[in-house]
């Protein structure tokens, strides 16, 4: 989330905010984009891209991150996001780091397949050929041709992001005439609409080999989709996946809508037209471990706020090294926010590709 979408905490505290779907006095939570096309409504979502680019920059100038490659996608990056924004999106990619690398250190001898739903211009990729180079990795990104040509516009111009996928998969890298698509052994780049996967859907994306253990990740993605499409894109995948496949999600998103602080919060983003779908579906963590077991996610499934994430998944010298790069003045509102987003985790597996989720601790525990 932006600066700007921030809910004012002294406004929370003189009472502001009361009320379900609309804070006293502001505006209807659906209200700012009715009688939008649904083309207006995709671009909206397209470019919530664009801030989660500068969100990630402004982390790691800052010193929280260590990602080379995010300048790379950061076009008019211009101005430092506020110190819990930071350490939000810090909290973010470090807890969802260790569960990716957690599922990527099991069974050495087997190769991985991670799949990122609407990925736009995530670096994860690219970090993670940095950091395991001899890891045997396949990796797939889908998102909306819009924003697929954006990402592979930014890699043909830039030598950084080429070498560093040719320097693993050699010469063998092809790009559609129109720039939309990237395919290569170890990589590939969909432009396909998500709400086109469901399980009767006979699109099928190439180059997923159903047969290895596979992490499906959705970081603010599934949520901008109707309830009903975000779950039969989870059903897509589990049925095109045989059971004996290891497969598992990470889910990050907002969460608590009911409170003044989260009400506020949707509205805030409802005035750039920006509606949280399946918020209210999928509004706490019991509703989000709920939901991984009903898709099919049946081996486990957790769930944790961001709050809980930075106090018992962020070591002690790390928190230490966070608190001195910004100073944070408002421990409570910071607290507030960490606690309306949330990381949730879910796999079936019958070959223990994720045992080593069995050992993180979850939110309730």
Known sequence: ?????????????????????????????????????????????????????????????????????????????????????????????????????????????????????????????????????????????????????????????????????????????????????????SLNIHPVDLRSLHPSSTLTLRGIDTSLPTLL????????????????????????FPQTTPLGLIVYEPINPFDPFGMTMEVNLAARGIVLQTLHKYSSLPLQRQRLKDRGFGSGQQASDIDFLWEKWVIKSEKGRVSELEMLDEIEEWQMLARHYCVAWGWRDERNAFQGWNDLQGQGE
Do not use: W
């Open 1 to 185: 989330m932006s600066a700007p979408q921030i809910p004012n905490l002294n406004t929370l505290r003189r009472g502001g905010g009361q009320g379900r779907g609309r804070v006293r006095g502001g505006p209807s939570i659906t209200g700012h984009n009715r009688g939008l096309s649904q083309n207006a409504k995709d671009e909206i979502v397209q470019k919530t891209d664009d801030d989660a680019a500068l969100s990630r920059m402004s982390a790691v100038e800052v010193g929280y991150l260590d990602d080379p490659f995010a300048r790379y996608f950061a076009a008019g990056y211009a101005q430092r996001r506020f110190p819990i924004i930071n350490r939000g999106t810090y909290v973010r990619t470090t807890a969802i780091d260790i569960l990716v690398d957690s599922f990527l250190g099991s069974d050495h001898s087997t190769r991985k397949q991670i799949i990122s739903l609407g990925a736009g211009t995530d670096t994860r990729f690219f970090r993670l050929a940095r950091k395991r180079p001899s890891t045997s990795l396949l990796y797939h990104e889908l998102d909306f041709p819009q924003n697929t040509k954006k990402k592979i516009r930014a890699m043909k111009e830039t030598p950084e992001l080429l070498s560093k996928l040719m320097s693993i998969d050699s010469e063998d890298v092809s790009i559609s005439v129109d720039g939309a698509t990237l395919y290569s052994p």
């Open 217 to 240: 990740i959705s970081e603010c993605c599934l949520i901008y989709l109707d309830p009903t499409s975000a779950d039969a894109v989870l059903q897509y995948f589990t049925t095109i």
